[in-house]
Each structure stands twice: as structure tokens, then as C-alpha cells.
């Protein structure tokens, strides 16, 4: 159950699967998204409402051929170059894209936890948008009113980030928790990364908790969800951000920094010491 | 931030002020990040306290006291009422209809006030990849008013979108650097995006001339309140908390 995170991947995730790693600006599974880099994961369809700097390297590393998505930037910066490499110039490889709004990812997200084969609601009307994804129309059979369809999501893996589990491998996230429980639920498998394991899981307010018996994999990665936060452990690493567009605008910079702090280092421990490092280098 | 002129406040702070002053103590607010969120976070300091400033990472009645960097800045869950999931905040706080303005940018808007954030050239092949609409195609429809703040240029207001990502239907006005656009039903009958107002120092000229298609300026053009003494301390604490 608590397993080493290199473990968990090498189980749990296979070349070709449709892989969502999950995170609403909060609790990003970036320590995961490294993982899946240093193994070398291939032809991933990688799935997410919002892919930021972790869905922006594992691109620009060659481990997707699909995105499924809703919004793809880099949050308050601009861009994601790399993302925009594969779109625009197809480098390392075209990017094949499936767009959505975030209320259709949601809905897909919660229909494949409800075990529906698709999500309802009132959107995609008119616009340009319906014509270029998987989107149908279903008549309500009470009203006849017409809604819109999306398939739901089954991720052959869910990946979250969150604060703590206990040692059985129950689970506990607070703060904004986005999409993660949905994400979750609606996975074949799922591994989660936790910050800390704890004697007992303490009851917060609006605390999620998943219990031991729906993951997968628990695996500690402390700080495991830089550059975003993980309320009550650390703040959001904005500078972080900022200096990505100039990192990822150059695909040698790039491979050079991912080189650095990616593949030459183990972990997520690893890779917080080359950022220190490299700091002091810098100073 | 350039000045403006020899005006003792931004082109920006100007366009937050002016939309600030569109929200009332009633209004449930849907926000971005950037100007929207300094618009509406403005308007909670100065006339309108009781405005209910929601995110779409979740956080209902957010009431931050530096403006946030990220829709998902952990100040804007620890000052809220509620934290939702993204799911819930989609389907039962904006589909259900409990959110009545939404603020919404773009890379390009035309005269219906339709909106690009997806592509700029074609969609297959995009000289550009924009983000992309995230949550603006049911903001754009699942709100009564919605409220875009937009620098004007004819890269921005065009003729003809790239790509459609949000209709226009509900939108009821434009804030721009240069004036306020608001959609006005002309002699034919036609509703489109009409200049009704120019902030001070600028002209229905040069509104006309950051616009892409032929702008159609009001026969009663106003000239914009520039920002008060109060409205100008408000936002500059708003700022310089932001910064610190």
C-alpha cells in the first residue's frame, strides 16, 4: 500500500495509458508527473482541466501523444512553450488535442466516478467548440429539453497529491480540492502522493478523505507538489512560475534543466536539492 | 505601468475603477484573475462590501486582503465562506444559476462580443495555441451579465474571430483602456458593441481607429468619471498588498 513512489509507477503505469493527473492549482502531482519522466513513459494520453509547468514537461519530454483539456497555460504567466511546440511545430511529436470547457471536464470527471458512461449538462452551445470534440446532444425524457453529452473519463490511472495519509493508506487533503476525489473514483488505478504519513488522520473542515481501499499506491513526496502549495505545509512558489516561460521557451534550456533536476536526480528530495543548488550556484 | 498622459492614474487602474463601479452589494460575482479580480475586489472596499466574490477554483464570499496571484491562491479558501469542488462549483453554483456577473478576457472579441481565447489561425494548424476557454464558454451563458475588460487594438477587436470559443449573448458591456462599448440596437435594427463613453484623454477617433471593424460610436457619448481620490487609495492598497 505505502510504497516508494518509483515502485508505484513502474507498476501502475504502462507506455499507451490514458494517465490523469490531477490538481486545481493546489496540490499539483508534480513529484508524480517526475516520476513518470525519469521512467520514460511513452504514448500517454494525458488528461487534466487545467495541464500547468508538469503537464508542460512531460510534453516537452516526449511522454504524450494526446492531450485532454481545458485550459492550458501557465496561471497569471502566459503560455506554455512547450505545449505550444508540440501544437504548433509538432516538437518532439505532434500532440493530438481534445479540448473541453472546465463545466464538461467536470461533468466527464464525475459521471466516470458515478460509473455512467457520460456526463450532462447545459453547455457547448454554439460557438466553435463542438464541432472539434467529442460532444453530442441527448434530449431530456421527461421535458424534451436538449442537453449536451460528454463521454465520461476512465483514466486507466488517477494521480493526486494531498497532505497527509495514515499508515494503513487512508487519505486526507483540505483546501481547494478541484477535481481530485472525482479523479480518483472514476481511475482503474490510482496512486496518491502524500506529504506525510500520520499516526491518525485528524478531522478537518471540508476535508476530503478517500479511503485506503479505493488507491492503488500511497507514496511519500514531500514538497511533491512544487511549484504549486499544499495548504498548511507550504506556499505557492511564484517565482517558480515566472521563471518557467523563460526556462521552457528554449527547447535546449529546456532539455538541459530537465536534464539537471529531473533526470539526474532520484526523487523528489533529489530534485528539491539541485533547485537549492543551483540557487547557490546562482548567487 | 505607463501613465497616462499627465493623468495621475493608469490606463489599467482605469479600467478597474470603471468596472469596479458596475458591481453592486448584491451582485454574486464570477472572477478572473488579473483585472477582474482587482475590479471586484475594489468594489468590495469602496461602494459595494457586500458583493460576493466567487472563484472558479471553488471558493464562494472569497474576501482576500491581497489580490490573489493564482484562481487558486490559498488566501482566497482560508477568507471564504465555502470551498467547493470544481464539479459542484459548475453544476450547482453556476449552472443552478446562483451567480448573476461574470467577468471574462479574451485574445479576440467581435462586434456580438463572441470571444476568442482558443486559437489565432486555424485550428488544426494555429499560428498560435491560446489556453483556451476553460471555464468562459458557461460563464459566457450561465450568468445574466457578463463583463469584459479588454485593452482595444485591432489586433484584439476584430472583424472576424479565428475560432468561437464564447458567445456574446449575455454580454453587456466592454471596458477598454480607451472608452466603455456597450451592445446598442442601431436604425436597422441590429444589436452590436457601440462606443458609449471614452475615458478622459482619449477620443471616439482613436477608439475607432483600435477597432477592426467600423465602430459604431453612441449619439449621446459621455466622457468616463476618471477615478476619485477614494476609488485611487482603495485600488493602490489593493496593489501594494498584492506586491508584498
Known sequence: MIVPLSDAVAEHVHDGDVVALEGFTHLIPSAAGHELIRQERRDLTLVRMTPDVVYDQLIGMGCARKLVFSWGGNPGVGSLHRLRDAVEKGWPQPLELEEHSHAGMAAAYAAGAANLPFGVLRGYRGGDLPARTRVATVVCPFTGEELAAVPAHRPDVGVIHAQQADRRGNVQLWGIAGVQKETVLASKRSIVTVEEIVDELEPRPDAVVLPAWVISAVCVAPRGAHPSYAAGYYDRDNEFYVAWDTVSRDRETFLAWMQRHVLDTADVDGYHASLVAEETTAA | ?244
Open chain 2, 1 to 244: 505601468m505607463s501613465m497616462n498622459g499627465d493623468r495621475p492614474y493608469t490606463a489599467d487602474e482605469m479600467m478597474a475603477v470603471e468596472a469596479s463601479r458596475r458591481l453592486t452589494d448584491d451582485n454574486v460575482c464570477f472572477v478572473g484573475i488579473g483585472l477582474p479580480s482587482l475590479a471586484a475586489n475594489l468594489a468590495r472596499r469602496t461602494h459595494a462590501p457586500g458583493c460576493t466574490l466567487v472563484y472558479e477554483s471553488g471558493t464562494i464570499g472569497s474576501k482576500p486582503a491581497r489580490l490573489p496571484l493564482s484562481i487558486g491562491d490559498g488566501e482566497l479558501a482560508e477568507t471564504a465562506d465555502a470551498v467547493v469542488s470544481v464539479p459542484e462549483m459548475f453544476a450547482y453554483w453556476l449552472q443552478g444559476r446562483r451567480i448573476d456577473v461574470g467577468f471574462l478576457g479574451a485574445a479576440q472579441i467581435d462586434r456580438h462580443g463572441n470571444l476568442n481565447s482558443t486559437v489565432i489561425g486555424p485550428y488544426d494548424a494555429p499560428s498560435v495555441r491560446l489556453p483556451g476557454g476553460g471555464g468562459a464558454p458557461e460563464i459566457a451563458l450561465g450568468v445574466d451579465d457578463v463583463f469584459v475588460m479588454l485593452r482595444q487594438s485591432k489586433r484584439t477587436f476584430v472583424d472576424e474571430l479565428d475560432f468561437t470559443t464564447s458567445l456574446g449573448d449575455n454580454v453587456r458591456v466592454v471596458v477598454t483602456d480607451l472608452g466603455i462599448l456597450e451592445p446598442r440596437p442601431s436604425e436597422d435594427g441590429t444589436v452590436e458593441l457601440t462606443l458609449t463613453s471614452v475615458h478622459p484623454g482619449a477620443s471616439a477617433d482613436e477608439a475607432r481607429a483600435a477597432t477592426g471593424w467600423d465602430l459604431r460610436v453612441a449619439d449621446d457619448l459621455a466622457e468616463t468619471e476618471p477615478p476619485t481620490e477614494n476609488e485611487l487609495t482603495a485600488l493602490r492598497a489593493l496593489e501594494t498588498k498584492g506586491r508584498s
